[in-house]
């Protein structure tokens, strides 16, 4: 089975500092989504990555960046926390586009 | 107009009912549709996918796509409390091959 890990489950972090959110994926599959979950908005996407060092914007890109630079792992990075980005934080892979989500359990972000 | 909806819910059915659930999407060009389920605390997993227009089965679930009324609907035959989850409906709009996800809808299944 496809295994997506995320680095933690709950992180509380300071405003204006710098965060990141790790997943790795064990299935050699190319495609990974950073996705975050609030309550009443469902899943809103803030970018994927179809291939190593390649990224396209999600939906809500601003504040975020992400790295890709080994095929297996993918980094959400918040460059300057703020209160807005406590969320819950779903990373995903796939092994084509259009096809099956496999996600991480989660991480619960909360910034104070 | 949102590109995928969904009733939030809860819906409340008994044990050994059909569950209904719906979505309803934006963009009449959608080609791929997923249901996910998620349990309280937990992460999304995926129940179907439908491609084509007409009835999929698997199990107890029952997926069906109208594409000209732009609909796609899960049934739920004989509802299990373990069936209580929160039911993720995923569309790929606009020509995207990444899956808009509606809001999804609590589902209750009492004893």
């Known amino acids: 089975d496809v295994k997506v890990t995320q680095s933690s489950r709950y992180l509380v972090k300071r405003t204006g500092e710098k965060v990141f959110l790790e997943c790795v994926q064990d299935m050699d599959h190319e495609n990974m989504f950073w996705y975050r979950q609030d309550p009443g908005l469902g899943l809103r996407l803030i970018y994927f990555s179809y291939d190593v060092k390649m990224k396209e914007k999600g939906d809500i890109p601003e504040g975020y960046s992400v790295s890709r630079e080994k095929k297996e792992r993918f980094s959400l990075i918040l460059e300057s926390a703020s209160t807005n980005q406590t969320s819950m934080y779903l990373c995903?892979?796939?092994?084509?586009?259009?096809?099956?989500?496999?996600f991480g359990s989660g991480t619960q972000l909360s910034v104070l | 107009q949102k590109e995928v909806e969904q009733n939030s819910g809860p819906l409340s059915v008994p044990e050994g009912a059909i569950a209904s659930l719906n979505c309803t999407y934006s963009d009449r060009g959608s080609q791929s549709f997923f249901w996910y389920r998620q349990y309280s605390g937990k992460s999304p997993e995926l129940i179907m996918s439908i491609y084509s227009n007409g009835d999929k089965e698997d199990g107890r679930f029952t997926a069906q796509l109208n594409k000209a009324s732009q609909y796609v609907s899960l049934l739920i035959r004989d509802s299990q409390p373990s069936d209580s989850a929160t039911y993720l409906c995923?569309?790929?709009?606009?020509?995207?091959?990444?899956?808009?996800f509606g809001r999804g809808t609590s589902l209750i299944v009492h004893p």
């Open positions: 995923a569309v790929n709009v606009g020509g995207s091959y990444i899956p808009t």
């Open positions: 995903a892979s796939s092994l084509f586009l259009n096809e099956k989500l496999f």
